[in-house]
């Protein structure tokens, strides 16, 4: 990404260089903390200093994370290192840069690339201006089917402008518009936007990194019955492996105390449907996957809540449980929740829930969501009943147990919880169940290793 004048962002320089260029030498940096490495990252030593600036002790104040964009206090809010610089508030402007070049020089960068040109990346600048004039083609008159779609789909008509969306135009205007843009054949011909012939007048959107740049786009077609494998297309040559969540770079954007709580759907529509209410901080999937790597770097953008909101339907279900288990087994992750899909009914996914009840029901169903380690855990009983079979039963805990003794000691608070609500469930007490789990399912290595099975079910 590079500035108006040309230069390398300022914003990528800090991010792309100096965070990772200052994690390796935190202790040099910042002295007055008296930091040593730990299993993380950095733990502070220096007692009198934290007490005295933090109003804590030394071991609750750490920076982890393989790049970490400031310190935490256990127990209290984190703290950038450009506010830290900046007397606690972050800087802006002219103060971002001042303190941006202070960080470099403590991580012994040179700040050399801020005042040198950088080479402009073309294809990010054509898919930009592509976007654009499909964002002006859904506000003209040949955007009206599109728009009538959009309302029939519960978007508010004053709000689809301002929706983030796109109608795709014919070939020839947008290569019009291209080139006269200054854009050469091959560069619109290389950008593969006219690849498929089947984009003309699909509602487009841009999928981006989280600072902004368009990554891929998507193009959908106008009407819900089409069939599932045609509905959505997406840039060829532009995959999404490595892509944040769809929506992130807007949620990124808002101010660290607005966005602490993520919500992950699955539709695309569904972020500029529930945005339009009011709902700004809600990403999706683009459909059912999921990486430990998703809830890593989402913890790393210090957010402190994922919930969980999938489709009601079968691979809905099974999606949102492979997604507590990929945040379960990642390094570092905020805490998972998840709105079980059945309290979505009688509609399928969050788009359907807020047109027939509203965005109250909405924000009163997110409050019921329950802790994704318990929610997991219980369906692993597979709704075992009190009254079932004993054998039954202990083969459901069988399952539960199994999974519940993988989890990290950090998760140790968690693990607890379920315990209780599957020893419910199954009518045992939890001082029963947590003994047999812990002489059968995780006594020993070899015992414990055993959920991989569990998981592959």
């Known amino acids: 990404m590079t500035g108006a004048n040309g230069r390398e962002s300022i914003v990528d320089f800090y991010t792309d260089v ?28 220096n007692e009198e200093m934290t007490h005295r600036a933090l109003g804590a002790r030394a071991a609750r104040v750490v920076a ?11 127990g209290a809010e984190p703290m950038l290192w450009t506010a830290y610089l900046h007397g606690g508030t972050p800087p802006r402007g002219d103060d971002f840069v001042r303190v941006v070049k202070e960080l470099a020089a403590r991580a012994g960068v040179g700040a050399e690339p801020l005042a040198r040109p950088a080479e402009r990346d073309r294809r990010a600048e054509l898919l930009s201006d592509f976007f654009a004039v499909c964002q002006a083609e859904l506000a003209s ?28 135009p014919d070939r020839a205007r947008a290569t019009r518009a291209l080139a006269e843009a200054g854009y050469s054949a091959d560069e619109i011909r290389d950008a593969g936007i006219h690849a498929d012939s089947r984009w003309a007048g699909r509602l ?92 890593e770097h989402l913890a790393r953008l210090a957010f ?106 950090r998760l140790a608070l968690e693990q607890e919880d379920a315990i209780r609500d599957v020893a419910a469930r199954c009518g045992y007490s939890p001082a029963a169940v947590e003994r047999a789990f812990r002489a059968r399912f995780w006594s020993t290595p070899e015992q414990r290793s055993g959920v991989a099975a569990v998981l592959d079910r």
């Open 18 to 45: 100096v965070l990772p260029a200052l994690a390796e030498r935190l202790d040099a940096a910042f002295p007055e903390f008296g930091w040593r490495r730990d299993a993380r990252g950095w733990v502070a030593t």
């Open 64 to 74: 982890h994370g393989p790049a970490p964009r400031g310190f935490l206090v256990h």
């Open 141 to 168: 008159d040949r955007g009206a089917g599109a728009r009538a779609y959009l309302e029939r789909r519960g978007l508010p008509s004053a709000a689809i402008e301002g929706s983030g969306l796109g109608v795709v």
């Open 304 to 409: 402190k809540r994922v919930t969980v909101c999938l489709d009601r339907d079968e691979p809905g279900r099974a999606a949102s449980a492979r997604a507590v288990e990929h945040a379960a087994c990642a390094r570092r992750t905020p805490s998972i929740f998840v709105v079980d899909p059945e309290h979505l009914a009688p509609a399928k996914d969050p788009d359907a829930f807020v047109r027939a009840r509203g965005v109250e029901k909405w924000r009163q169903l997110l409050e019921k969501s329950d802790c994704g380690i318990t929610w997991r855990a219980v369906e692993l009983l597979e709704r075992s009943a009190p009254d079932g079979a004993p054998a039954v039963k202990r083969e459901a805990l069988g399952r539960a147990g199994a999974w519940l003794g993988s989890l990290p000691a």
């Open 204 to 295: 487009v959107g841009a999928w981006r990194h989280e600072r902004g740049k368009i990554g891929t786009l998507w193009a959908r077609a106008l009407k819900d019955g089409s069939d599932a494998g045609v509905r959505y297309l997406y840039l060829r040559g532009a995959g999404r492996t490595g892509l944040p969540p769809y929506g992130l770079a807007d949620v990124v954007a808002q101010p660290a105390r607005e966005r602490s709580e993520l919500i992950l759907v699955e539709g695309l529509i569904d972020v500029h449907h529930l945005r339009a209410r009011g709902v700004t901080n809600v990403v999706a999937l683009g459909g059912t996957g999921t990486r430990p790597e998703v809830f």
